[in-house]
């Protein structure tokens, strides 16, 4: 679709992609736990997104737990060829929706048949290992026992790409001596650039990043230069945002996450958005 092919490309391993997918964590219930209060609107916004060109979507079988996965199933199989869907394992669901960590080999193996059976394919794509030292950021520790886990997996032909989530530099060198890291997948945008050195080494060596809560996830970016930029060039702040982060770097892949087809629209359009120099200035300072 001419719009986003505004947005340019980036490979994921052996697959390309064009730079702003859709993030599906939004589409299952309250806190990501449970069904969505409106089924039939998830499944026009992931039908919509594909008709809109959108060939790199982000789930994982946590979400719901199951609920994100069987949408996309009933909405989108049999997927399009182009389409690369990207899950992540290492986390599981408490009874309530807590968030817990899940790295025995029994777990990661489960979590990875889980996601083959909800999404109904027999191989996935992309499956990040989501460190879990602390849910809320990246932590030290070795990741070397689970990955090891998703290696095996992945000679036994069950996953083609592996990448990580919510790691620290040392644990992305601890991952690459051991297997083919293809994407990084980590909180960052306008408001949170810890990784700033990491995107960039990651951009020499070729490797995609996948900045979570693009738009600041759950508490959206609210600020008076984001603001005053948007108003400045006749758009929503949500669109600088994301045009920004298509600036920052050309390994950066967005994956916004809505449950609305109104905001995936406005999401889609920042790929068109020119951002100028003064504007760029401006949120670099922010
Ligand atoms: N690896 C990890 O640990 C991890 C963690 C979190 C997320 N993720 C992935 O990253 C993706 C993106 O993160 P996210 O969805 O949590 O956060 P996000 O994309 O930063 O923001 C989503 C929030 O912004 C709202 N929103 C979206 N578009 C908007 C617009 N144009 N105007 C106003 N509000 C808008 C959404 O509400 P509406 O639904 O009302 O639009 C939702 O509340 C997720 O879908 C998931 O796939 C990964």
């Known amino acids: ?48 997104a594909v008709a809109s060109g959108v060939d790199h979507i982000d789930t994982s079988d946590i979400y719901g737990p199951h609920v994100t996965n069987r949408i996309l199933r009933e909405a989108l199989h049999p997927y399009p060829k182009d389409l690369v869907i990207a899950t992540k394992v290492g986390a599981k669901r408490g009874p309530r929706g807590s968030w817990e960590p899940a ?59 592996i990448g990580l989530s919510n790691v620290t530099a040392k644990q992305v060198e601890e991952g690459r001596s051991m297997a083919e890291i293809v994407c990084v997948q980590n909180h960052y945008n306008l408001a949170h650039r810890s990784d700033d050195a990491l995107i960039d080494r990651l951009a020499a060596a070729g490797i995609a990043y996948v900045p979570f809560f693009p738009l600041g996830g759950f508490s959206p970016l609210q600020s008076t230069s984001l603001t005053a930029v948007a108003e400045k060039l006749g758009v929503t702040p949500m669109q600088v945002a994301l045009a920004w982060l298509l600036r920052r770097s050309p390994n950066i ?20 958005l020119e951002l ?9 300072r922010m």
Do not use: C
């Not at 059976?117 to 950021?137: C, I, K, S, T």
């Open 1 to 48: 679709m001419k719009s986003l092919a505004k947005a340019g490309t980036f490979e994921i391993g052996r697959r390309t992609v064009k730079r702003l997918g859709y993030g599906a964590m939004q589409l299952a219930g309250p806190g990501v736990f449970g069904p969505p209060k409106d089924h039939a609107a998830a499944l026009a916004v992931l039908r919509e």
């Open 253 to 272: 892949l967005l994956i916004p996450g809505t449950s609305r087809v109104e905001h995936l629209r406005e999401n889609l359009a920042s790929a068109e």
């Open 103 to 161: 790295f025995s080999a029994e777990e990661i193996t489960s979590a990875v048949h889980d996601n083959l059976r909800n999404l109904g394919v027999d191989v996935l794509e992309v499956v990040n290992l989501r460190a879990m030292f602390d849910a809320q950021g990246p932590a030290e520790g070795s990741i070397e026992a689970p990955l090891s886990t998703l290696v095996k997996l992945q000679r036994e032909g069950k996953v083609r790409h």
């Open 276 to 284: 100028p120099a003064d504007a760029l200035g401006e949120l670099d």
